[in-house]
């Protein structure tokens, strides 16, 4: 039976709750078991199956692992630099935003830190293998705290990310998004589903996640579907970033 147990401090457990929903899918193909276990100050997950699976479960949970620490971590580290709390739309956007950035290059080298261990401290990673990249997050977050005055206009931020825009690919020239309370779905031009990418932020909005997608897929034609029209500072970054069609549907 090969074993595998993952914890983290308690603060950060959402990023154990996503690698937990990455591992369910891996878990039921190999017909593996999982079980969690929480105490005051930490969270743990472990998961085992036969021995004959032992590469498939540790290759997907590396996988998960790394987007944890090389997305997750570099939210709150960002956050943390950048003196960001969760209760702004504007500034949380452009935060997720900046972390979405290089995301795959974060990835890559956090892969090479993993090691094949039966047990997997994140925020041990987090804090004694991890100082380079972070020394590279923090040249990032340089582009924004040195002009701090960004993060106090919501025009200012609009225009930092009109910036990150110009340096990104267009990956679908038309998206559609269609919106409610519960969380929101994407389309392309021949409405056919587009996967979402995660923040991996510690707290985030419906809202937030939706226009970090459309950020990151940068259309040249938007249009968004909703029952209860989305927020004023959703309408206003969207309006200045794409100029958006909006259809209410009944």
């Given amino acids: 039976m090969y074993e595998q147990t993952i914890n983290i401090e308690k603060s950060n457990g959402h990023l154990l709750s996503y690698v937990k929903g990455q591992m369910e899918a891996a878990i039921g193909q190999i017909d593996g078991i999982s079980t969690e276990l929480n105490d005051d100050y930490r969270n743990y997950y472990t ?27 570099k939210n709150v580290y960002m956050r943390g630099l950048l003196d960001v709390d969760y209760d702004n739309f504007y500034q949380n956007v452009l935060v997720n935003t900046i972390c979405i950035f290089d995301s ?10 993993m090691t094949d261990s039966s047990t997997l401290c994140l925020d041990g990673y987090y804090n004694f293998k991890m100082a380079r990249i972070k020394r590279k997050w923090e040249d990032i977050s340089r582009l924004v705290s040195d002009n701090s005055f ?30 409610d309370a519960d969380g929101f779905s994407l389309f392309n031009k021949d409405n056919k589903s587009i996967p979402k990418i995660k923040s991996l932020a510690r707290s985030v909005s419906v809202e ?22 989305p927020s004023q500072d959703f309408c206003e970054m969207a309006e200045t970033l794409f100029l958006p069609k909006y259809v209410c549907v009944e």
């Fill in 47 to 73: 998961l085992a199956c036969a021995d004959a699976y032992r590469f498939q479960m540790s290759r997907a949970v590396n996988s998960a692992v790394c987007d944890a620490l090389s997305l997750g971590y």
């Fill in 104 to 113: 795959e290059y974060d990835k890559q080298f956090v892969s090479r830190l």
């Fill in 150 to 179: 960004i993060l106090t206009d919501n025009d200012l931020i609009a225009e930092f990310l009109q910036y990150l825009l110009e340096s990104m690919t267009e990956k679908e020239s038309s998206l559609s998004v269609s919106m």
């Fill in 208 to 229: 937030e996640e939706a226009m970090l997608n459309i950020i990151c897929i940068k259309p040249s034609k938007l249009t968004v579907y909703y029952h209860n029209k």
